[in-house]
């Protein structure tokens, strides 16, 4: 069984939509979570971190956190082409921080 | 420069070359990982070190050789490799775990390798 489990999409939407995008993962010892963005042929950048359960909004960005069904989404509003791209989620182990488990990403095509 | 830096930033190599991938952080992280990225596969794991002890190796074969001399550095010694071992090698530091953001992991540009 994988750690984090993502849809590997494509996932497309309009410009301007929300994108959604989910992640499960199976350990609930799980503490934190992570949202990288990745364009091709390029390495992965943080996009938000959470810890809590709920919401947390930065910029265009909502991450949520729902430790009892074991997912984390991230929300992308007002989509732009440029955040087409890759995303990853990851969590961190929760016998070894400095352990993170990746899922295998989320295609993200925004049309204009 | 600031961030984490991988050189070289592209590396094809036969399969009884060595060769060397090096990573420098400039973030004052105390932690340092390799990572291998293959096409449409997870990113897996394979070394992490913390305050330059090796504190993970996911069973990564021997043919691969971490070395960190000091926290800013960390080295992926590569002898023998094959051809499933082309791949884009990623570096990630990260400050010692504290909570939160303290695990944040940064990562830098990669090292594109083909082994033909």
């Known amino acids: 069984q994988k750690e984090v489990e993502q849809n590997s999409g494509p996932l497309s939407v309009p410009e301007g939509a929300i994108a959604s995008l989910n992640c499960t993962y199976s350990d609930r010892g799980s503490q934190s979570f992570f949202w990288y963005r990745q364009y091709s042929g390029k390495s992965p950048e943080l996009i938000m971190f959470?810890?809590?359960?709920g919401d947390k909004e930065d910029g265009r960005f909502t991450a949520q956190l729902n430790k009892a069904s074991q997912y984390v989404s991230l929300l992308i509003r007002d989509s732009q082409p440029s955040d087409s791209a890759t995303y990853l989620c990851?969590?961190?182990?929760?016998?070894?921080?400095?352990?993170?488990?990746f899922g295998s990403g989320t295609k993200l095509n925004v049309k204009p | 420069e600031t961030g984490v830096t991988q050189t070289p930033r592209h590396l094809v190599m036969g399969m009884t070359n060595k060769k060397s991938l090096k990573c420098e952080q400039h973030?004052?992280?105390?932690?340092m990982y390799w990572y291998k990225q293959s096409a449409k596969k997870p990113l897996e794991l394979m070394f992490v070190?913390?305050?330059?002890?090796?504190?993970e190796n996911n069973s990564v074969p021997s043919r691969f050789s971490p070395e960190c001399p000091n926290s800013s550095h960390l080295f992926l010694h590569l002898h023998t490799l094959q051809p499933e071992d082309s791949a884009l090698y990623l570096c990630?530091?990260?400050?010692?775990?504290?909570?939160?953001?303290?695990?944040?992991?940064?990562f830098g540009p990669g090292t594109r390798l083909l082994v033909l």
């Open positions: 973030l004052g992280h105390n932690a």
């Open positions: 990851a969590g961190t182990s929760p016998y070894n921080f400095n352990k993170f488990y």
């Open positions: 990630a530091s990260s400050q010692e775990f504290v909570g939160g953001s303290q695990e944040t992991q940064y």
């Open positions: 070190y913390n305050f330059k002890e090796q504190t």
């Open positions: 959470i810890y809590s359960n």
